[in-house]
Structure formats: structure tokens, C-alpha cells
């Protein structure tokens, strides 16, 4: 009979990322100087497998869009020095294959008026809080897939555990 003290002790391999074998993530730039916005979306980011740069102003936008392989931006409505209508100018000006998707922030009072002059500027999509997972989800996939075929499609993605704030699992009433 072996006691306690005989055991060997086995090395267990630790669990490989699965989403290693699909390359570096995408990035998405999130863009506003909302820090509400800001927080909200970049905690439900975290789910996802991708980075999150922040950007709070054009110039930095600029920067990020200059220097990283951006597969998506999330813009707020306002930046220290513009609004997401710069935003988007800029990447139809500069790349035009990075998918804008505008972010609403809570109680938006211009909600649908700000959603059609979005649209009319060719915005890839729309957001409106409450971010829910499902519908950022949705989002991310076919933005990152109109971007570049991206592998995200395929990518498992978790479901988290435990509530996340701003993050609501109910849709406002139309």
C-alpha cells in the first residue's frame, strides 16, 4: 500500500489559449472621451479576444490608425477635439476598410437623429446602451469579418460568469 509521502507528483500540462493558433487578435479602437462609455464598453471588451486601444482625441486616433492594424472602431459621440463625424471622415480618408461603429452613450436624448446622420456619413453600425453582449457581439463578428475575414467568426468566445456594470441583459422599449 502507498502512503501520502510515496505519491509522485505529476506535472499536469497547463491548457494552451485557444485562440493562439488563430494569430494576434484584432484591434479595436475605441474611441471618445466619455470615461462612462469608455469603461463600460472596454469591460465588455474583455470577453472578446481582442485588443483594445484608447484613443480620446483625433490626434491619438491618427496615431492608433497610423501604427496598428485596426480591425474595427468604436467611436463615442464627442473626443477632446472632435466628434465620431471626424472619426469617420478620417478612416473613409485614410483606410477606408476600418468599419466604424458609433457607441451611444446612456440616456442619449438625440438617439435616432444622431443614428441617421451616422448612417448617411456610411458608419458601419450603431450601439446604443444598454451594451448588450449579444448585440456587440454581432457587431464585432461582422465588422471584423467586412474588415478582413477575419478569423473571429470562429473564435469561442465565453460568456461571463458574473453581471457586468452598465451591461444589461434587457432591451430599452422602443
Known sequence: MMTPASYRRIAVPSQPDPTESYGPKPTVLLATNDIEIRENIAQLLQIFPLKTVWAKGMEEVRSVVSRESVAVCLCGFWLVDG??????????????????????????????????????????????????????????????????????????????SIPIPGVSGLRRAS
Do not use: W
Open 83 to 160: 466628434t465620431y463625424r471626424d472619426v469617420v471622415r478620417h478612416l473613409k480618408l485614410q483606410r477606408v476598410e476600418i468599419p466604424a461603429v458609433i457607441v451611444c452613450a446612456p440616456a442619449c436624448p438625440h438617439e435616432y437623429s444622431e443614428y441617421l446622420a451616422a448612417l448617411k456619413i456610411k458608419a458601419f453600425d450603431f450601439i446604443c446602451h444598454p451594451y448588450l453582449k449579444t448585440d456587440m457581439e454581432r457587431i464585432l463578428r461582422s465588422a471584423i469579418e467586412a474588415h478582413n475575414g477575419s478569423e473571429l467568426a470562429t473564435l469561442p468566445l465565453p460568456v461571463p
